[in-house]
């Protein structure tokens, strides 16, 4: 079986920089997803990390430790319109290379 | 651009009801999902299928079953709705391979069984 954990609502300030992580639990790990999701609309994929180390685009860093079973997403110059949840998501080979998705962490940004 | 389409955002039935929720993508994708999204619990796998006429449960897909006719289409039947299937439903769908990989959703349907 697999277990994600994440904190369940972070609040920041706009400007700042927000650090959500997601630890994992897997057999047979093969990729690690973040998506964003807007109250009400569907799930966007924001990243993806297979090897160890960090992957940046733009303002949105996402980075992965395998041997710790570790990831964060790193939120940067926030913005109001990232108020969303983030959703970690791990593939598993055990589990035919499905996604198991977290609980989702939900962001809120302050002016 | 991907895009997936659900036939409806916001749905309310009744309990014992047979109720299907109907999911279209135009990329060609082999792969398609079917999910619910309770607050607290993520997304959970209920079916999932690789191909045409194929399909495979996910974590739970009790009280639910699924049907793929033809590529672009994923339905989802509960065959007697319960109470305790009030839920966001979402589909997804995602490019062949043996890997699943990035997932395109559609923008959900909100079902609600009284």
């Known amino acids: 079986g697999q277990n994600i954990d994440q904190p369940t609502e972070m609040t920041a300030t706009e400007g700042a920089i927000v650090q959500i992580n997601c630890t994992y639990q897997t057999s047979g790990f093969n990729g690690l997803f973040w998506y964003q999701q807007h109250a009400g609309e569907a799930p966007t994929f924001l990243s993806y990390?297979?090897?160890?180390g960090l992957e940046e685009k733009g303002r949105f860093s996402s980075f992965l430790s395998r041997s710790k079973g570790y990831s964060y997403l790193l939120l940067k110059e926030l913005q109001m319109k990232d108020s969303a949840s983030y959703l970690c998501?791990?593939?598993?080979?055990?589990?035919?290379?499905?996604?198991?998705f977290g609980g989702g962490t939900r962001v809120l940004v302050k002016p | 651009d991907v895009k997936v389409t659900q036939s409806s955002r916001y749905l309310v039935k009744r309990t014992g009801e047979k109720v299907f929720l109907e999911c279209v993508q135009d990329?060609?994708?082999?792969?398609m999902f079917w999910y619910r999204q309770d607050p607290g619990l993520g997304l959970r796998l209920i079916y999932f299928?690789?191909?045409?006429?194929?399909?495979e449960k996910g974590d739970i897909p009790e009280g639910y079953s699924v049907s793929r006719e033809k590529k672009e289409r994923f339905s989802l039947i509960l065959e007697s709705a319960s109470t305790n299937q009030t839920s966001m439903y979402l589909c997804?769908?995602?490019?062949?391979?043996?890997?699943?990989?990035?997932?395109?959703f559609g923008p959900g349907t909100r079902l609600t069984v009284l």
């Open positions: 997804a769908s995602s490019p062949p391979g043996p890997l699943i990989d990035e997932q395109f």
């Open positions: 990390n297979v090897l160890d």
């Open positions: 299928s690789y191909d045409v006429k194929m399909k």
């Open positions: 990329m060609d994708h082999e792969n």
């Open positions: 998501a791990v593939r598993d080979k055990a589990a035919g290379n499905k996604l198991t």
